[in-house]
């Protein structure tokens, strides 16, 4: 984390900075292991138009473009595909299979200091609102999986009626049989799908308030926008989103001239919106767990985001635990196991051979020394997350007390290794 970061951290540490907004994307959640529907492999990728239920126009439609599933102009002549499609997502959600990740826990720990002006979430999870973040706060502007509607008429549905006409009226296509290596045994749903019906409207037209493709987006986007910027914001946030999809993505362009804006982000992403023309934007490369868990540090806030790690996904369980052990074993001041992370990405950078945002800035003041104990600092960092997130895939789903017993069992390696001079 380089000066102007800490600068900014100590900011909103003292309250110089109030009004937080922020907007994120699928990066957020990556930690909590929901599947990701866009990317190369991802369920678009997977698609097979074959097992859904629909005729063979729509089928050929599916075939040349797999998004149609999540058009409205589908989903109008059937709500087959999309409800087969998601599935999985609308039941994993129902029994909460997915826990929210630090960067959520972080949202709550602003909000709860009063600091959150608004969360602009694009993710459809629902994980923001498992904390205590009150729902105005949150704004989807790609809709939820948490709610329920008709996509026809716009009456509200029965959350609990809905999921249990998902387990019973719509197939499973992806239906493998009961999973002998996982032990898993899957639901195999109906042999076919029958719809589910609207009370209002008595049309085929429910599904989770989610905005299809060719559909407007909230109302309530619109106008939280309005009540927001740019008096109302004095940090934006942006977090794990490629700024690729608009209205959401326009955001960095409302704030303030003078409004600070931080990435957290894999890469160095907006540029084509003006992201990193001024000397008040910043950059912390890495995941989002890595960069709000770094600020968090920062501001003082550990023992806060402590308080909600037995509710957090695995991943972000052994995150945090595997960040503690480095600050309490490095004996530093608190702080420098951000800077070993910065460094550590730096170098990591540097050994893909991106070196794209080098040149200007001077945010990267760090002498040779300092470095080569940096990284092999943030090595001992690396290697305990390794093996301590190795435990926690391990216990995915088992009790949080087992979590922490394996988390306490993997410290005691990494301190046992340590003193036989391994590392
Ligand atoms: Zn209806």
């Not at 074959?50 to 063979?56: F, K």
């Not at 990267?364 to 301590?388: C, H, P």
């Amino acid at each position: 984390m380089d000066g102007s970061l800490r600068a900014l951290a100590q900011k909103i540490k003292s309250g110089g900075i109030s009004k937080i907004a922020i907007l994120t994307g699928a990066g957020i959640s990556g930690a909590s292991g929901i599947p990701d529907f866009r990317s190369p492999g991802g369920l678009y990728d997977s698609l097979r138009p074959d097992l859904l239920s629909c005729n063979e126009e729509q089928r050929a439609f599916l075939r040349r473009d797999p998004t149609g599933v999540v058009m409205f102009k589908i989903f109008e002549q059937t709500q087959f595909p999309y409800l087969e499609v998601r599935r999985p997502f609308i039941l994993g959600t129902c029994a909460k299979k997915w826990r929210y990740t630090i960067s959520h826990a972080f949202f709550d720990i602003l909000s709860r200091k009063n600091l959150l002006a608004r969360l602009y979430d694009q993710n459809i999870d629902g994980l923001s609102n498992q904390l205590s973040i009150p729902s105005e706060k949150i704004v989807n502007p790609h809709g939820s999986l948490a709610n329920i509607a008709c996509e026809l008429c716009g009456a509200d549905y029965p959350r609990d009626e809905f999921h249990e006409r998902v387990k019973t009226q719509i197939r499973n296509i992806y239906y493998t049989g009961p999973s002998a290596q996982s032990g898993e045994v899957d639901d195999a749903g109906p042999a076919e799908s029958t719809n589910i019906v609207c009370k209002a409207c008595a049309r085929p037209g429910i599904k989770p308030k989610t905005v299809m493709f060719g559909r407007p987006l909230p109302a309530a986007f619109f106008e939280a926008v309005e009540v927001d910027f740019p008096d109302n914001v004095d940090l934006l946030i942006i977090a794990g989103t490629s700024l690729q999809v608009h209205p959401a993505a326009s955001l960095v362009m409302q704030v303030d001239r003078s409004c600070p804006r931080l990435l957290i982000n894999r890469d160095r992403v907006g540029e084509d919106l003006g992201m990193f023309s001024r000397d008040t934007d910043h950059f912390l490369s890495g995941t989002c767990d890595d960069g709000f868990l770094a600020l968090c540090a920062e501001a003082g806030w550990l023992d806060e985001l402590q308080a909600l790690a037995s509710g957090m996904c695995a991943n972000s369980q052994a995150t945090l635990a595997a960040f503690l052990h480095a600050r309490a074993a490095g004996g530093d001041s608190a702080g420098n196991a951000t800077v070993f992370q910065a460094a550590a990405a730096t170098a990591a950078a540097a050994a893909e051979g991106g070196g794209g945002e080098g040149g200007g800035g001077g945010d990267q003041v760090v002498d040779d020394r300092f470095m080569s104990q940096a990284l092999d600092k943030s090595r001992t960092y690396q290697q305990g997350a390794e093996i301590e997130r190795a435990k926690a895939r391990a216990v995915v789903g088992e009790k949080n007390s087992e979590m922490s017993r394996m988390i306490e069992e993997a410290k005691a390696e990494i301190l046992s290794e340590e003193q036989n001079g391994k590392r």
